[in-house]
Structure formats: C-alpha cells, structure tokens
C-alpha cells in the first residue's frame, strides 16, 4: 500500500469562482488516492458547463459536485475529473463543512470512481466511503459522511 505511484495531472480552471484550490492541493489530494498509476485531467466549472455534461452524459438536467470519466483501466489508467465549483460552494454551505475540505473529499471520491471504486450497492459504498474517510482524515481534514 505505500508504493508510490505515478500521477500525470493537468487542472483547467473554467470557473469564475474566486475561491478555488490550487493546483498543488489538487496534486495532493488525488495523489493520497492513488492506489495505480493516474493520468487525469481535472476541469473546475461554472454551472453552465457541469449542466451540460451531466445532461449529455447522465441524462440528469441539474449541475453536479463531480463527474468522473474513465476512458481505459489499464495501467496508466486515463480520466476525467470535472467539479462544479458553484455546487461544490453550495453544498460546503448548507452542510457547514469547510471548502477546502469538501474540495479535497470530492476529489479522493473521484480519485477513487476512477479507479474502479463505486457506491451503486451498499458494500461498495461502505468500502468506499471507508476509504475516503482513511484519507482525508490522514490528510487531516474532518471523517466527510459525518452528520453534524
């Protein structure tokens, strides 16, 4: 578990968004993820664009907080990671959890879909959301499925 592996990761920034991560947060929080080697863009957008893709993608006509792509899952895996930042600011709101700290969660949570993780049965969700909570709290951000 404590191999390292290599992360190629390019971040686009398409958001208005004053308040957004940096690159090396980025960088930082999926490398914690990492379980293969990742080859992955990241694209932080406005609603407009999270719209679109969900609807183009999912069939669903509402901006999600992060929309994972996997286009092969060999060794380099390749994806996509797309996070709505106004979504993202929304839900950190109404939950009362600090930005950052929901960016980071975001990201190991796509960080992780990308690599064959998934939450559609209970098991799997349990498995998953374990290992999100590991990490973030070795991150040292709070356990994210905590109901405040």
Same mark, same amino acid.
């Given at each position: 578990?404590?191999?390292?592996? &290599? ?28 379980? &293969? ?57 109404? &939950? ?18 990308? &690599? ?24 040292? =951000?709070?356990?994210? =499925?905590?109901?405040?």
């Amino acid at each position: 578990m404590n191999e390292v592996h &290599q992360l190629s990761l390019s971040v686009q920034y398409a958001s208005k968004a004053r308040t957004l991560p940096t690159r090396q947060q980025f960088r930082r929080w999926v490398k914690v993820a990492l379980e &293969q080697d990742v080859q992955i863009a990241l694209r932080i957008v406005d609603e407009i664009e999270g719209r679109a893709l969900n609807l183009s993608y999912r069939n669903k006509d509402y901006a999600t907080n992060v929309l994972t792509f996997v286009y092969n899952d060999t060794d380099p895996l390749y994806g996509d990671v797309v996070i709505c930042a106004p979504v993202v600011y929304r839900e950190a709101k109404e &939950q009362s959890k600090d930005l950052l700290a929901h960016y980071a969660h975001l990201t190991i949570h796509a960080a992780l879909h990308l &690599q064959g993780y998934d939450h559609e049965k209970k098991r799997e969700a349990e498995r998953m959301e374990s290992r999100e909570t590991a990490l973030m709290l070795k991150l040292r =951000y709070p356990a994210p =499925y905590l109901v405040s």
